[in-house]
């Protein structure tokens, strides 16, 4: 158990339709980020808030955005879903900013699927 | 655009044998971190190698960082069911944030 938790854990939606996930980083962390595993395209990064500011940005569409709360979980929405969007979705949180200089510790996923 | 290419992108072997993964870029990397993702879990990371050379152990697993900083390996001596998983490569491309390579998925079968 990384400590960071995500849900949901699984879910199904349709071509069009908008959702929300949820990430709440291990306690004492500030920096969440955000990533997509597919087959095709492997494990991508889309997104990095430090301590409710966005830091960075991968390869995220503008049909994604992301926000972090005062009490630092995060949510990755999702909207006018595609098929192609179906993924795995990480959320990662790590103690500072320096990317691979403090470890990020990884969630358990949330598997999307749009039908 | 430095990007990680891993080697081989499958592998299928017995329990009890040796195998070595392999993670190449034409970049120089200040550091280089290897993951293993067992199915439905996040990646976990399992070491970061920063000295050009440099050779760590982790129980049977054998991580070096190439000389030139540009290429590394993974060797597991004696595999285990419980090695089964994707192995990632990963660097931080200054923007704070990890890349990954495609992965090698490996199977240990008993």
């Known amino acids: 158990d990384s400590g960071v938790t995500q849900t949901p854990k699984h879910l199904i939606t349709a071509t069009g339709q908008r959702v929300t996930l949820r990430c709440s980083p291990r306690?004492?962390?500030?920096?969440v980020y955000w990533y997509q595993q597919s087959l095709d395209q492997g494990l991508q990064f889309l997104i990095h808030y430090y301590n409710g500011e966005e830091r960075a940005k991968g390869n995220i569409l503008e049909r994604f955005s992301a926000q972090q709360f005062p009490d630092l979980h995060s949510e990755l929405n999702l909207s006018s879903l595609e098929l192609g969007d179906s993924a795995l979705y990480f959320c990662a949180s790590s103690v500072g900013l320096a990317g691979a200089r403090y470890e990020q510790y990884f969630g358990p996923g949330t598997r999307l699927t749009v039908t | 655009t430095q990007l990680l290419e891993q080697s081989p992108q499958f592998l299928s072997i017995q329990e009890g044998e040796n195998l070595t993964v392999y993670c190449n870029s034409s970049?120089?990397?200040?550091?280089l971190q290897w993951y293993r993702q067992e199915p439905g879990e996040g990646p976990v990371l399992l070491v970061t190698?920063?000295?050009?050379?440099e050779v760590k152990k982790l129980k049977r697993l054998t991580f070096q960082f190439g000389d030139a900083r540009k290429d590394s390996s993974l060797h597991i001596t004696a595999a285990q069911t419980g090695d089964t998983g994707l192995y990632l490569c990963a660097f931080d491309p200054g923007r704070r944030a990890l890349t990954f390579g495609s992965g090698t998925r490996l199977q240990v079968q008993p």
């Open positions: 970049s120089v990397f200040s550091s």
């Open positions: 306690s004492g962390d500030l920096s």
């Open positions: 190698v920063v000295t050009g050379g």
